[in-house]
Protein backbone atom coordinates (compact mmCIF):
# COMPACT_ATOMS: atom_id res chain seq x y z
CA UNK A 1 0.00 0.00 0.00
CA UNK A 2 1.75 3.06 -0.99
CA UNK A 3 2.20 6.02 2.00
CA UNK A 4 0.56 9.01 1.24
CA UNK A 5 1.73 11.66 3.82
CA UNK A 6 -1.06 14.25 4.53
CA UNK A 7 -1.45 17.35 6.16
CA UNK A 8 -4.54 20.12 7.13
CA UNK A 9 -3.20 21.67 3.99
CA UNK A 10 -1.32 19.17 2.02
CA UNK A 11 -1.39 15.61 0.24
CA UNK A 12 1.95 14.01 -0.72
CA UNK A 13 1.71 10.76 -2.85
CA UNK A 14 4.68 8.85 -3.88
CA UNK A 15 6.16 7.96 -7.06
CA UNK A 16 5.12 4.34 -6.57
CA UNK A 17 1.31 5.43 -7.17
CA UNK A 18 2.05 6.35 -10.61
CA UNK A 19 4.54 2.80 -11.01
CA UNK A 20 1.42 1.00 -9.93
CA UNK A 21 -0.88 2.31 -12.65
CA UNK A 22 1.54 1.82 -14.93
CA UNK A 23 1.91 -1.85 -13.82
CA UNK A 24 -2.14 -2.14 -14.21
CA UNK A 25 -2.29 -0.69 -17.47
CA UNK A 26 0.73 -3.25 -18.80
CA UNK A 27 -1.31 -5.96 -16.81
CA UNK A 28 2.10 -6.29 -14.95
CA UNK A 29 3.01 -8.33 -12.04
CA UNK A 30 5.90 -6.89 -9.39
CA UNK A 31 7.71 -9.90 -9.91
CA UNK A 32 8.02 -9.61 -13.87
CA UNK A 33 9.03 -5.73 -13.22
CA UNK A 34 11.16 -6.84 -10.50
CA UNK A 35 13.18 -8.79 -13.63
CA UNK A 36 13.29 -6.09 -16.13
CA UNK A 37 13.83 -3.54 -14.04
CA UNK A 38 17.23 -5.83 -12.44
CA UNK A 39 15.68 -5.36 -8.87
CA UNK A 40 15.15 -7.21 -6.02
CA UNK A 41 11.41 -7.57 -5.76
CA UNK A 42 11.88 -6.32 -2.14
CA UNK A 43 12.83 -3.22 -3.56
CA UNK A 44 10.26 -2.42 -6.07
CA UNK A 45 7.45 -3.29 -3.10
CA UNK A 46 9.71 -0.05 -1.10
CA UNK A 47 9.48 1.62 -4.50
CA UNK A 48 6.02 1.38 -5.10
CA UNK A 49 5.18 1.85 -1.24
CA UNK A 50 6.69 4.95 -0.86
CA UNK A 51 9.18 3.39 1.55
CA UNK A 52 12.58 4.40 -0.25
CA UNK A 53 13.63 7.20 -2.53
CA UNK A 54 13.27 6.98 -6.26
CA UNK A 55 17.24 7.76 -7.21
CA UNK A 56 18.43 8.86 -10.61
CA UNK A 57 19.62 5.43 -11.56
CA UNK A 58 16.27 4.03 -10.76
CA UNK A 59 14.38 6.69 -12.73
CA UNK A 60 16.41 5.92 -15.84
CA UNK A 61 15.68 2.01 -15.46
CA UNK A 62 12.19 3.18 -15.10
CA UNK A 63 13.14 4.67 -18.89
CA UNK A 64 14.15 1.93 -20.32
CA UNK A 65 11.13 -0.23 -18.98
CA UNK A 66 8.36 1.90 -19.01
CA UNK A 67 9.40 4.01 -21.88
CA UNK A 68 8.84 7.44 -19.48
CA UNK A 69 11.67 9.72 -19.36
CA UNK A 70 13.79 9.67 -16.76
CA UNK A 71 13.04 13.30 -16.13
CA UNK A 72 9.64 13.08 -15.17
CA UNK A 73 10.58 10.38 -12.60
CA UNK A 74 13.22 12.62 -11.21
CA UNK A 75 10.61 15.26 -11.31
CA UNK A 76 7.98 13.55 -9.96
CA UNK A 77 10.18 12.05 -6.68
CA UNK A 78 11.37 15.58 -6.23
CA UNK A 79 7.67 16.89 -5.75
CA UNK A 80 7.25 13.98 -3.53
CA UNK A 81 9.71 14.76 -1.42
CA UNK A 82 9.09 18.61 -1.12
CA UNK A 83 5.38 17.96 -0.47
CA UNK A 84 6.38 15.18 1.96
CA UNK A 85 8.73 17.62 4.09
CA UNK A 86 6.07 20.66 3.87
CA UNK A 87 3.16 18.01 5.30
CA UNK A 88 5.03 16.99 7.41
CA UNK A 89 6.14 20.07 9.23
CA UNK A 90 2.51 21.18 8.75
CA UNK A 91 1.39 18.47 10.80
CA UNK A 92 4.73 19.30 13.49
CA UNK A 93 3.82 22.76 13.92
CA UNK A 94 -0.05 22.20 14.34
CA UNK A 95 1.22 19.61 17.32
CA UNK A 96 3.22 22.14 18.87
CA UNK A 97 0.77 24.77 18.59
CA UNK A 98 -1.66 22.84 21.10
CA UNK A 99 1.59 21.91 22.81
CA UNK A 100 2.68 25.45 23.30
CA UNK A 101 -0.57 26.33 24.93
CA UNK A 102 0.21 24.64 27.81
CA UNK A 103 3.57 26.29 28.45
CA UNK A 104 3.50 29.31 30.80
CA UNK A 105 4.66 31.70 27.16
CA UNK A 106 3.80 35.17 29.14
CA UNK A 107 5.52 34.86 32.22
CA UNK A 108 8.92 33.18 30.43
CA UNK A 109 8.58 36.62 28.24
CA UNK A 110 7.69 38.55 31.15
CA UNK A 111 11.27 37.06 33.09
CA UNK A 112 12.95 37.76 29.51
CA UNK A 113 13.68 34.02 28.52
CA UNK A 114 11.60 33.97 25.22
CA UNK A 115 10.37 37.41 23.01
CA UNK A 116 6.77 38.81 23.70
CA UNK A 117 4.76 37.17 21.09
CA UNK A 118 0.80 36.93 19.86
CA UNK A 119 1.55 35.21 16.59
CA UNK A 120 0.67 30.96 17.36
CA UNK A 121 3.69 29.85 14.74
CA UNK A 122 6.09 32.42 16.24
CA UNK A 123 5.83 31.21 19.64
CA UNK A 124 6.29 27.95 18.80
CA UNK A 125 9.38 28.93 16.82
CA UNK A 126 10.75 30.78 20.29
CA UNK A 127 9.59 27.80 22.08
CA UNK A 128 11.86 25.46 19.92
CA UNK A 129 14.65 27.64 19.99
CA UNK A 130 14.57 27.98 23.83
CA UNK A 131 14.46 24.58 24.43
CA UNK A 132 17.07 23.29 21.35
CA UNK A 133 14.57 21.11 19.48
CA UNK A 134 12.99 21.07 16.67
CA UNK A 135 9.73 19.47 18.02
CA UNK A 136 8.63 20.73 21.29
CA UNK A 137 7.62 17.13 22.56
CA UNK A 138 11.32 15.54 22.35
CA UNK A 139 11.64 17.96 25.37
CA UNK A 140 9.63 15.31 27.14
CA UNK A 141 12.74 12.20 26.29
CA UNK A 142 14.26 11.59 29.06
CA UNK A 143 17.77 11.88 27.72
CA UNK A 144 17.07 15.68 27.63
CA UNK A 145 15.58 15.81 30.83
CA UNK A 146 16.19 13.98 34.13
CA UNK A 147 15.27 16.02 36.81
CA UNK A 148 15.80 15.91 40.38
CA UNK A 149 13.07 18.84 41.77
CA UNK A 150 11.60 19.57 44.96
CA UNK A 151 8.10 20.69 44.15
CA UNK A 152 4.93 20.97 46.30
CA UNK A 153 2.19 19.62 43.92
CA UNK A 154 2.07 17.36 40.87
CA UNK A 155 -0.09 19.06 38.11
CA UNK A 156 0.17 19.03 34.04
CA UNK A 157 0.33 22.78 34.31
CA UNK A 158 3.09 22.36 36.85
CA UNK A 159 5.16 19.85 34.91
CA UNK A 160 5.70 22.53 31.77
CA UNK A 161 6.37 25.49 34.16
CA UNK A 162 9.04 23.12 35.86
CA UNK A 163 10.55 21.93 32.24
CA UNK A 164 11.13 25.46 30.99
CA UNK A 165 12.42 26.22 34.10
CA UNK A 166 14.82 23.59 34.11
CA UNK A 167 15.57 24.70 30.45
CA UNK A 168 16.56 28.05 31.83
CA UNK A 169 18.41 27.20 34.53
CA UNK A 170 20.10 24.45 31.65
CA UNK A 171 21.03 27.55 29.71
CA UNK A 172 22.43 29.81 32.57
CA UNK A 173 24.48 27.28 34.18
CA UNK A 174 26.31 27.17 30.93
CA UNK A 175 27.97 30.35 31.65
CA UNK A 176 29.29 28.69 34.93
CA UNK A 177 33.28 27.42 34.58
CA UNK A 178 33.00 24.16 37.50
CA UNK A 179 35.73 21.79 38.41
CA UNK A 180 35.49 18.09 38.16
CA UNK A 181 32.53 16.67 39.69
CA UNK A 182 33.42 15.88 43.20
CA UNK A 183 30.98 14.38 45.69
CA UNK A 184 33.19 13.80 48.88
CA UNK A 185 34.26 17.35 48.93
CA UNK A 186 31.00 18.78 48.32
CA UNK A 187 29.90 16.40 51.88
CA UNK A 188 32.72 18.18 53.27
CA UNK A 189 31.22 21.18 52.83
CA UNK A 190 28.55 20.68 54.03
CA UNK A 191 28.96 22.29 57.88
CA UNK A 192 30.45 25.61 55.51
CA UNK A 193 27.11 26.12 53.59
CA UNK A 194 25.29 25.51 56.70
CA UNK A 195 27.11 28.42 58.26
CA UNK A 196 26.07 30.61 55.60
CA UNK A 197 21.88 30.79 56.58
CA UNK A 198 23.13 33.42 59.14
CA UNK A 199 24.44 35.63 56.22
CA UNK A 200 22.77 37.87 53.62
CA UNK A 201 22.41 36.75 50.18
CA UNK A 202 24.86 39.73 49.19
CA UNK A 203 27.25 37.50 51.59
CA UNK A 204 26.71 34.35 50.98
CA UNK A 205 25.55 33.98 47.11
CA UNK A 206 29.14 34.22 45.92
CA UNK A 207 30.77 32.28 48.39
CA UNK A 208 27.78 29.55 47.75
CA UNK A 209 28.14 29.35 44.29
CA UNK A 210 32.33 29.16 44.33
CA UNK A 211 32.19 26.02 46.68
CA UNK A 212 29.47 24.41 44.79
CA UNK A 213 31.75 25.23 41.35
CA UNK A 214 34.96 23.49 42.72
CA UNK A 215 32.37 20.12 43.33
CA UNK A 216 31.61 20.77 40.14
CA UNK A 217 28.06 22.40 40.70
CA UNK A 218 26.97 25.19 38.94
CA UNK A 219 23.84 26.99 40.77
CA UNK A 220 21.87 29.13 39.11
CA UNK A 221 19.18 31.34 40.87
CA UNK A 222 15.87 32.03 38.80
CA UNK A 223 12.32 33.44 39.47
CA UNK A 224 9.72 31.53 40.13
CA UNK A 225 7.12 30.25 37.51
CA UNK A 226 3.29 30.98 38.53
CA UNK A 227 1.84 27.30 38.85
CA UNK A 228 4.99 25.24 39.06
CA UNK A 229 5.06 24.36 43.03
CA UNK A 230 8.33 24.86 42.45
CA UNK A 231 11.58 24.99 45.04
CA UNK A 232 14.43 23.93 43.12
CA UNK A 233 15.73 21.02 40.50
CA UNK A 234 18.79 19.29 39.92
CA UNK A 235 20.23 17.65 37.14
CA UNK A 236 23.56 16.73 34.99
CA UNK A 237 24.54 18.71 31.77
CA UNK A 238 27.18 17.35 30.21
CA UNK A 239 30.26 17.06 32.58
CA UNK A 240 28.76 19.42 35.32
CA UNK A 241 25.76 19.10 37.73
CA UNK A 242 23.35 21.82 37.61
CA UNK A 243 21.25 22.97 40.73
CA UNK A 244 18.38 25.60 40.10
CA UNK A 245 16.70 27.67 43.10
CA UNK A 246 13.59 29.64 43.08
CA UNK A 247 13.04 31.97 46.51
CA UNK A 248 9.44 31.02 45.90
CA UNK A 249 7.80 32.52 48.99
CA UNK A 250 11.24 34.31 49.72
CA UNK A 251 11.50 32.72 53.12
CA UNK A 252 14.77 32.22 54.16
CA UNK A 253 13.81 29.01 55.54
CA UNK A 254 12.44 27.29 52.89
CA UNK A 255 15.30 28.62 50.30
CA UNK A 256 17.69 26.47 53.00
CA UNK A 257 15.35 23.78 52.66
CA UNK A 258 15.68 23.55 48.86
CA UNK A 259 19.15 23.68 48.73
CA UNK A 260 19.79 20.46 50.69
CA UNK A 261 17.17 19.08 49.54
CA UNK A 262 18.97 19.49 46.32
CA UNK A 263 22.43 18.74 47.90
CA UNK A 264 20.58 15.50 48.98
CA UNK A 265 19.33 14.46 45.48
CA UNK A 266 23.22 14.73 44.21
CA UNK A 267 25.08 13.25 47.17
CA UNK A 268 22.47 10.09 47.11
CA UNK A 269 22.89 9.59 43.50
CA UNK A 270 19.38 10.67 42.62
CA UNK A 271 19.74 12.66 39.35
CA UNK A 272 20.37 11.00 36.16
CA UNK A 273 18.06 7.79 37.18
CA UNK A 274 16.29 6.41 33.96
CA UNK A 275 13.46 5.72 36.22
CA UNK A 276 13.13 9.36 37.64
CA UNK A 277 13.33 10.40 41.26
CA UNK A 278 10.78 8.04 43.53
CA UNK A 279 8.51 9.27 46.25
CA UNK A 280 10.82 7.29 48.63
CA UNK A 281 14.06 9.52 46.93
CA UNK A 282 12.10 12.69 47.85
CA UNK A 283 11.18 11.42 51.11
CA UNK A 284 14.96 10.78 51.91
CA UNK A 285 16.22 14.11 50.73
CA UNK A 286 13.51 15.76 53.01
CA UNK A 287 14.83 14.11 55.86
CA UNK A 288 18.58 14.98 54.86
CA UNK A 289 17.84 18.45 54.63
CA UNK A 290 15.83 18.90 57.66
CA UNK A 291 18.33 17.21 59.76
CA UNK A 292 21.59 18.80 58.43
CA UNK A 293 20.01 22.07 59.40
CA UNK A 294 18.45 21.26 62.76
CA UNK A 295 20.33 17.93 63.97
CA UNK A 296 17.57 15.54 65.20
CA UNK A 297 19.08 14.87 68.69
CA UNK A 298 19.25 18.66 69.20
CA UNK A 299 15.65 19.27 68.04
CA UNK A 300 14.46 16.91 70.46
CA UNK A 301 16.04 17.62 73.51
CA UNK A 302 14.71 21.01 72.34
CA UNK A 303 11.43 19.98 71.72
CA UNK A 304 11.01 18.04 75.19
CA UNK A 305 11.43 20.93 77.11
CA UNK A 306 8.69 22.54 75.85
CA UNK A 307 9.10 26.29 75.77
CA UNK A 308 8.71 27.56 72.69
CA UNK A 309 8.71 31.44 73.25
CA UNK A 310 10.62 33.89 71.05
CA UNK A 311 14.03 34.13 73.86
CA UNK A 312 14.35 30.41 73.83
CA UNK A 313 14.03 30.09 69.81
CA UNK A 314 16.12 32.54 68.99
CA UNK A 315 18.62 31.03 72.17
CA UNK A 316 18.45 27.20 70.79
CA UNK A 317 19.02 29.02 66.93
CA UNK A 318 22.29 30.50 68.28
CA UNK A 319 23.56 27.30 70.10
CA UNK A 320 23.20 25.14 67.02
CA UNK A 321 24.45 28.08 64.91
CA UNK A 322 21.19 28.18 62.24
CA UNK A 323 18.91 31.47 61.63
CA UNK A 324 16.46 31.38 63.78
CA UNK A 325 13.76 31.44 61.22
CA UNK A 326 14.73 28.01 60.45
CA UNK A 327 13.95 27.01 63.56
CA UNK A 328 10.54 28.86 63.18
CA UNK A 329 9.74 27.39 60.30
CA UNK A 330 10.52 23.61 61.44
CA UNK A 331 8.19 24.53 64.43
CA UNK A 332 5.46 25.74 62.55
CA UNK A 333 5.24 22.57 60.31
CA UNK A 334 5.76 20.34 62.64
CA UNK A 335 2.63 22.21 64.72
CA UNK A 336 4.51 22.65 67.73
CA UNK A 337 3.66 27.07 67.62
CA UNK A 338 1.04 28.78 64.57
CA UNK A 339 2.21 29.65 61.54
CA UNK A 340 1.30 33.69 62.26
CA UNK A 341 3.90 33.23 65.13
CA UNK A 342 7.06 34.83 65.25
CA UNK A 343 7.06 35.72 61.39
CA UNK A 344 9.25 38.82 61.94
CA UNK A 345 12.05 36.41 62.95
CA UNK A 346 12.41 34.71 59.12
CA UNK A 347 14.57 36.69 56.59
CA UNK A 348 12.96 37.65 53.50
CA UNK A 349 15.59 36.71 50.51
CA UNK A 350 15.48 38.75 47.04
CA UNK A 351 18.10 36.74 44.85
CA UNK A 352 18.46 38.41 41.41
Avoid at 40 to 55: A, F, Q, W, Y
Avoid at 70 to 88: C, G, I, P, R, T
Avoid at 243 to 248: A, E, H, I, P, Q
Avoid at 294 to 313: A, L, T, V
Amino acid sequence: MCIVVKSRTIIATPPGVTIKEQLNDRGMSQREFAVRMGLTEKHISHLINGDVRLTTDVANRLEMVLGIPASFWNKLEAVYQEKKFKAEQENMMDEDIEFAKKMPYKEMARNGWVKEEINKVEKVINLRKFFEVVNLRSIYNPVINSIACRKLAETERSDYALIAWAQKAKLEARKINVKVINIEKLKSSLNNIRAMTRKLPEEFCPELREILSDCGIAIVFLPHIGGSFLHGATFYDGKKIVMGLTVRGKDADKFWFSLFHEIAHIINGDIGKSEGISECDEVKADIFSKNILIPEDEYKKYIQIGSFSRDSIVKFSNEIGIDSGIVVGRLQKDNFIQYNWYNDLKCKYQIL
